[in-house]
Each structure stands twice: as structure tokens, then as C-alpha cells.
Nanobody, 121 residues
Framework: QVRLVESGGGLVQPGGSLRLSCVAS????????TGWFRQAPGKEREGVSY???????YYRDSVKGRFMISRDYAEYTVYLQMDRLKPEDSAIYYC???????????????WGQGTRVTVSS
């Protein structure tokens, strides 16, 4: 069973940047896509971005042009660079692995524990 560990969250002022990391415990041929999700208090978990094994990427509209997903195959790591952060980006961010490209949480079956991002002045 692949394990995922997120890091990089924290408190940042509006307009600032953070880079989240998602490290997998091992390489697995079972999974085709790694996604980033977020969940704010009282809200449903929503998909933010994903990257496939052949480097296809996708973003939800509200983060396009501000967030960038990338991966380091040698380090089993997927990154989420977040720039021009807004208070509405505040949430716990999770990475997850799945078998088909999607921003739907139900399509992912391996999840990390999450890292908190707070955007506030």
C-alpha cells in the first residue's frame, strides 16, 4: 500500500506563495494520476489539480494561472506551487492517487493526511 505524506503548508499573507509537497513511499504502477484536493471548514472536499504519469495536468478554474503542479519522478514527489494566494484558498490540502484523471475525490483511493494552508493578513 502506497503511503503519501504532504508538507509545506503554513500561514501566508494574501498575495504570497507556498509550495506543497506530496511524497510517496514507493513507486506504483497501479496509479496513473496524482491529485491535490482541499477542504475548508464546513465545505466539501474539492479537487484543485492533477498530474498524470505522462505529465498531463489540469486545474480547477479558480486556481488557473496561480497554481502549478509538477513532479519529480526520482524523488516520488508531486509539488503544488501556489502563487498569489487568496484568503479563499485557505483549507487543508490533501494529495491522493488514483487510476483515472479526475477532480472528483471518489476517483482516488490513496490519500495523505493533509497539510493546512492559511491565507490571512
Amino acid at each position: 500500500q502506497v503511503r503519501l505524506v504532504e508538507s509545506g503548508g503554513g500561514l501566508v499573507q494574501p498575495g504570497g506563495s507556498l509550495r506543497l509537497s506530496c511524497v510517496a513511499s514507493e513507486f506504483s504502477m497501479d496509479y496513473y494520476v496524482t491529485g491535490w484536493f482541499r477542504q475548508a471548514p464546513g465545505k466539501e472536499r474539492e479537487g484543485v489539480s492533477y498530474i498524470t504519469s505522462d505529465d498531463l495536468t489540469y486545474y480547477r478554474d479558480s486556481v488557473k494561472g496561480r497554481f502549478m503542479i509538477s513532479r519529480d519522478y526520482a524523488e516520488y514527489t508531486v509539488y503544488l506551487q501556489m502563487d498569489r494566494l487568496k484568503p479563499e484558498d485557505s483549507a487543508i490540502y490533501y494529495c491522493a492517487m488514483g487510476r483515472q484523471p479526475s477532480l472528483l475525490a471518489r476517483d482516488y483511493d490513496t490519500w495523505g493526511q493533509g497539510t493546512r494552508v492559511t491565507v490571512s493578513s
